[in-house]
């Protein structure tokens, strides 16, 4: 429901989910309908079909898969998604890298080729952040902490480079460059 909205557009739409499908065997039991219908409003409404479809595969194998090949292969799940749900959920390693996480990493790292073409790249050095140690060992805790950096402090127009844990190895704050990057 987050995707492409915010919490606050939200927070009605996901209450009154929870309260008709309390559980993942509850939404998978559902009626395709009766699921649609609670989503009318959010749009975007192969997510619904998806999470719908996802949930009865779920339950059909008796539980979420625990890697990310696993997840990669449930209706709906892209690359992202199965990073953050095997983070999160799972303590799997893995960096998932959105909007937030490609800005961070752009900036941390200098990388002054435009986007869509820096997403590579991005992803490789994210994967590398998420090597270190402190990562390896708590991945959800370093996944969160790079939404919330990216979200709060090292945000699009007017980053507060002061607040930031990075603050003294950001390639771009000491080139000047971290309001210009990710280029467009």
């Known amino acids: 429901m987050l995707q492409q909205t915010t919490v606050a557009a939200t927070i009605a739409y996901y209450e009154r989910f929870l309260i008709r499908f ?5 939404l998978a039991a559902a009626p395709l309908d009766d699921v649609l219908t609670l989503w009318a409003g959010l749009g975007y409404y192969a997510r619904a079909r998806n999470l719908h479809a996802c949930a009865r595969a779920v339950v059909a194998a008796g539980g979420f898969p625990r890697d990310l090949k696993g997840l990669r292969a449930l209706p709906g799940i892209g690359d992202y998604t199965a990073a953050a749900v095997g983070a999160i959920a799972f303590g799997v390693p893995a960096v998932p890298v959105d ?6 990493v752009s900036r941390l790292f200098a990388v002054t080729d435009p986007m869509p073409k820096a997403k590579p790249r991005l992803r490789g050095l994210a994967q590398q952040l998420g090597d270190q140690p402190a990562a390896r060992d708590r ?4 996944a969160q902490a790079l939404f919330d950096l990216g979200a709060t402090v090292c945000t699009p127009a007017s980053p507060t480079c002061a607040l930031c844990p990075w603050m003294a190895g950001c390639a771009a ?10 280029r467009r």
């Open 173 to 182: 704050r000491r080139a000047g460059l971290q309001r210009e990057l990710p």
């Open 22 to 26: 309390p559980t993942l065997a509850a």
């Open 99 to 104: 909007g937030n996480v490609e800005r961070v």
């Open 139 to 142: 991945p959800s805790d370093f």
